[in-house]
């Protein structure tokens, strides 16, 4: 059963890309986003979506394949909770991917417009948005690593830890 709003909304506070974030900031995206509930097969995003949102995942999952100039491509990433994406529109660049929820999902969507005005008001925010793209940027690097192993069993060992972002900056997230 997906969590109640304030639920999510906690959830993502305490846990995930967020959570290392200036609080000021966290309370203040949670406040400008919107729950959405999707069932399995719904889309989080679409490739070359403009301007839309971005969203932070409360609970269930997402899959991301690459949507612009990638017909039939396979998964090439998991959203787990307290994953944020679909960031890339705030930078003027359009989505790369498609999303979609493969069980029943819960997030956060912050519409574009919302997160432009806090981050006007408030530039020294624009680092917090920095560090949850640095975070999806280090977590493809590894995965692209892992898939370089020669030896097939490490490979896969390292393929499903960096797509379930099983590999944080020491141990603690294995």
């Known amino acids: 059963m997906p969590p109640a709003d304030p639920d999510a909304r906690s959830f993502l506070a305490r846990n995930g890309m967020l959570a290392p974030c200036a609080a000021d900031f966290v ?3 949670l406040a400008a986003g919107n729950i959405r509930h999707l069932e399995p097969g719904q889309p989080i995003q679409h490739a070359s979506d403009g301007e839309t949102g971005f969203w932070g995942l409360a609970c269930g999952q997402g899959i991301y394949y690459p949507g612009l100039n990638s017909p039939g491509a396979a998964t090439s990433m998991l959203a787990l909770p307290g994953d944020w994406g679909g960031l890339a529109p705030l930078f003027g660049e359009p989505r790369m991917g498609d999303g979609v929820a493969t069980v029943p999902t819960t997030l956060l ?43 097939s069993r490490a490979r896969i060992a390292g393929v499903l830890l960096s797509l379930t972002d099983r590999r944080r900056f020491g141990n603690e997230g294995l």
């Open 27 to 29: 309370a203040a995206i």
């Open 109 to 151: 969507w912050v519409p574009l417009h919302r997160a432009r005005k806090l981050l006007a008001d408030n530039p020294g925010w624009w680092q917090c948005i920095a560090w949850l793209m640095a975070l999806w940027t280090r977590r493809a690097f590894l995965l692209m690593a892992d898939l370089q192993v020669a030896d």
